[in-house]
């Protein structure tokens, strides 16, 4: 398998031995040689005489403590000599970092340099770039100055002409590095999304009710007490009302270690046992909420990505599906980050997933056979769209509006739900054609019939924008 590990966030040995037991450990993807996963990486890879090494320099820690940036050839000749140090023998492969970063009419230039320089050291068995825009890097550079990968973001939201670019370096004989295979899909992990239908926000609103009873201050309470007991009730407030826009775990975890808890230290001087186990109650409530959130609106966006080499499968965990998509893909190495056991159990479940047969298709139809079937009699229209969008825009006569994979905002229904709403109103045996906005959630709703013995469901291509489109007639909702 064709792997990489991003050790940015790898703190300890354990990870990597997690990941070495489990065959994922043959090729390390460093920073530069300041970051703290160096000694974890080097003790490993010393170790480890068979594992490739490739390093990032050009990004550097100033005095101000502030990220700095410089590709200038003695700087990056430097960071390379340190790596080779750390590690007891020269790097795989250097990446000249962020070239992006140099004003374009320098950009041969530096990066020329940079790379004679780096050769000069015998720090680097080969040379190459890491950059976050593939726009500025020019594809013959590899004719004269560099000789090692171009590490570069691989995503399912990649546009057509984004991987059109890549298939042409890849045919230049450039060995193509993709990363983040997750970003801008609002995972707020790095390989342990939940799967489908996991996401539960049923423990939140308990947990938000407890912490608004708790802090009711109560009858008698002294000006302290009573302001404070507001404080934290306003608090509850404003953050119920922003769920929403967390959109991934980990800006949680920022918000929180940043903002909440000084603001918690600074207005009281100490709380009592049940006030802190509340508080402790609701903020884990509150990121389990996060997570299901931000998984929903990444699986909205997966639906989104026409140019993915595959669509999101059914029940299928994001993580695998955006490794389906970049394995799918003319790159050398898929470079996937970890920061903990967790993170590396979840990669070999991606990749134990992406190895298994792919279940077949659900049945489909265009919306003009579906309109047939329908004229002919005997068939019915099943709608899983919101009950918003049911009640807000036109609606094929005599549907039967069910939602699924979820309700809107931000509302899962399991499919043990909406199987159970299926069966008041549709019998096994039935023709079912079953439709939403554009095709994409009812795909995944006849999969879900299909498997509870639903054998004549079918999707209905294109949903009800194909439907308009088609000029086929709809009808107001009438209620």
């Known amino acids: 398998?064709?792997?990489?590990?991003?050790?940015?966030?790898?703190?300890?040995?354990?990870?990597?031995?997690?990941?070495?037991?489990?065959?994922?450990?043959?090729?390390?993807d460093l920073p530069g040689p300041a970051a703290r996963c160096w000694a974890a990486a080097a003790a490993f890879a010393k170790a480890d005489a068979s594992a490739r090494v490739v390093a990032r320099v050009g990004y550097f820690?100033?005095?101000?403590?502030?990220?700095?940036?410089?590709?200038?050839?003695?700087?990056?000749?430097?960071?390379?000599?340190?790596?080779a140090e750390l590690l007891g023998r020269p790097l795989d492969a250097a990446l000249l970092h962020g070239p992006e970063e140099v004003p374009r009419n320098e950009r041969r230039r530096v990066v020329e340099a940079a790379a004679a320089a780096v050769r000069a050291t015998g720090g680097a068995r080969a040379v190459?770039?890491?950059?976050?825009?593939?726009?500025?890097?020019?594809?013959?550079?590899?004719?004269a100055a560099l000789?090692?990968?171009?590490?570069?973001?691989?995503?399912?939201?990649?546009?057509?002409?984004?991987?059109?670019?890549?298939?042409?370096?890849?045919?230049?004989?450039?060995?193509?590095?993709?990363?983040?295979?997750?970003?801008?899909?609002?995972?707020?992990?790095?390989?342990a999304s939940p799967a489908a239908g996991a996401a539960d926000l049923a423990g939140y609103v308990p947990a938000s009710q407890r912490a608004l009873a708790h802090f009711e201050a109560p009858a008698g309470a002294d000006a302290d007490v009573v302001e404070g007991c507001a404080w934290v009730r306003q608090l509850v407030g404003d953050l119920n009302a922003s769920l929403a826009q967390f959109d991934s775990f980990e800006r949680w975890e920022h918000e929180i270690a940043t903002q909440l808890v000084p603001l918690l230290h600074a207005k009281f001087e100490a709380l009592d046992e049940a006030s802190a186990d509340v508080l402790q109650g609701y903020f884990e409530a509150y990121g389990r909420a996060v997570r299901a959130n931000a998984d929903l609106a990444a699986r909205d966006a997966a639906a989104r990505c026409a140019a993915a080499a595959a669509p999101l499968r059914d029940g299928e965990r994001?993580?695998?599906?955006?490794?389906?998509?970049?394995?799918?893909?003319?790159?050398?190495?898929?470079?996937?980050?970890?920061?903990?056991?967790?993170?590396?159990?979840?990669?070999?479940?991606?990749?134990?997933?992406?190895?298994?047969?792919?279940?077949?298709?659900?049945?489909?139809?265009?919306?003009?056979?579906?309109?047939?079937?329908?004229?002919?009699?005997?068939?019915?229209?099943?709608d899983c769209r919101s009950e918003m969008e049911f009640v807000a825009e036109d609606v094929v006569e005599g549907s039967v509006n069910i939602p699924f994979p979820h309700n809107g905002d931000r509302e899962p229904v399991s499919p043990a739900d909406f199987l159970e709403d299926v069966e008041?109103?549709?019998?096994?045996?039935?023709?079912?054609?079953?439709?939403c906005r554009s095709g994409n959630r009812s795909a995944s709703a006849v999969a879900v019939l299909r498997a509870?013995?639903?054998?004549?469901?079918?999707?209905?291509?294109?949903?009800?924008?194909?439907?308009?489109?088609?000029?086929?007639?709809?009808?107001?909702?009438?209620g």
């Not at 479940?349 to 077949?360: G, S």
């Not at 294109?462 to 107001?476: E, K, N, S, T």
Request: proline content about 5%.
């Open 1 to 28: 398998m064709k792997l990489a590990l991003n050790c940015a966030r790898v703190a300890g040995t354990e990870i990597l031995d997690r990941a070495a037991a489990k065959g994922l450990a043959r090729v390390l």
């Open 318 to 382: 994001l993580e695998a599906w955006a490794l389906r998509d970049a394995l799918a893909r003319p790159l050398a190495r898929v470079s996937v980050g970890v920061r903990s056991v967790e993170d590396v159990d979840g990669l070999a479940r991606a990749l134990e997933a992406h190895e298994a047969p792919e279940a077949p298709a659900p049945p489909e139809a265009t919306v003009g056979e579906a309109q047939r079937a329908l004229e002919a009699g005997g068939a019915r229209y099943l």
């Open 424 to 435: 008041l109103e549709f019998r096994r045996g039935e023709e079912i054609y079953v439709g």
């Open 61 to 83: 820690a100033a005095q101000d403590d502030r990220i700095a940036h410089s590709l200038a050839a003695d700087r990056v000749a430097a960071e390379v000599e340190r790596c």
């Open 147 to 191: 000789d090692g990968p171009l590490r570069l973001p691989t995503t399912p939201a990649d546009a057509a002409a984004l991987r059109a670019s890549q298939a042409a370096l890849a045919a230049r004989g450039v060995e193509l590095l993709g990363c983040a295979p997750l970003r801008n899909l609002a995972t707020g992990g790095v390989f």
């Open 128 to 143: 190459g770039v890491s950059t976050r825009d593939a726009g500025a890097v020019e594809h013959d550079w590899w004719d």
């Open 452 to 478: 509870a013995g639903f054998a004549r469901a079918v999707n209905v291509t294109g949903g009800i924008h194909a439907w308009r489109a088609a000029g086929l007639p709809l009808v107001p909702y009438a």
